[in-house]
């Protein structure tokens, strides 16, 4: 979920900006409880592991940001390193954004014809992010091909 809609005590306008976090939280997730390091390796990670499952998620994306990979740091970890952290700032500008552009703006009683096309913008905005952050790391850190093991000489 969204620390939006975690956060939320009140009404919580749900937007398209709440579940392109939470599909965020889940790659973040993914990376974190992978089957080869849910044991753990390095303390960076079971500290991030700890937020993550604190919904401590701000603090996780600090660790996260911050983690210095050494030989015992996962496979994983280090190459979504950069990606999770790109698309992170990605995720948090387009939330700015909604709440400055659409939120701030939006007329007293504003209702369906004024939200659904801001809706339907920053979803594929989001989608649009996402591609990109895919499509910058993809021959460094993430393609198939970047995995497979050297060629023997």
Request: charge should be negative.
């Amino acid at each position: 979920m969204s620390r939006a809609l975690l956060d939320a005590e009140g009404s919580h306008l749900h937007s398209p900006v709440d579940d392109l976090e939470s599909f965020f939280w889940v790659a973040v997730w993914s990376v974190f409880f992978n089957k080869d390091i849910a044991k753990g390796h390095s303390n960076g990670e079971r500290s991030i592991r700890d937020h993550l499952v604190g919904c401590r998620k701000s603090n996780a994306m600090d660790k996260y940001s911050t983690l210095v990979c050494d030989a015992t740091t996962s496979n994983i970890v280090q190459r979504f390193q950069a990606v999770l952290f790109d698309w992170w700032t990605k995720v948090q500008n387009r939330s700015a954004t909604w709440s400055r552009k659409v939120l701030r703006d939006a007329p007293q009683n504003a209702g369906r014809e004024y939200y659904l096309p801001h809706f339907h913008r920053f979803a594929l905005e989001g989608v649009a992010d996402v591609l990109q952050v895919l499509s910058d790391h993809w021959n460094d850190e993430i393609g198939w091909e970047s995995w497979a093991a050297p060629k023997p000489s």
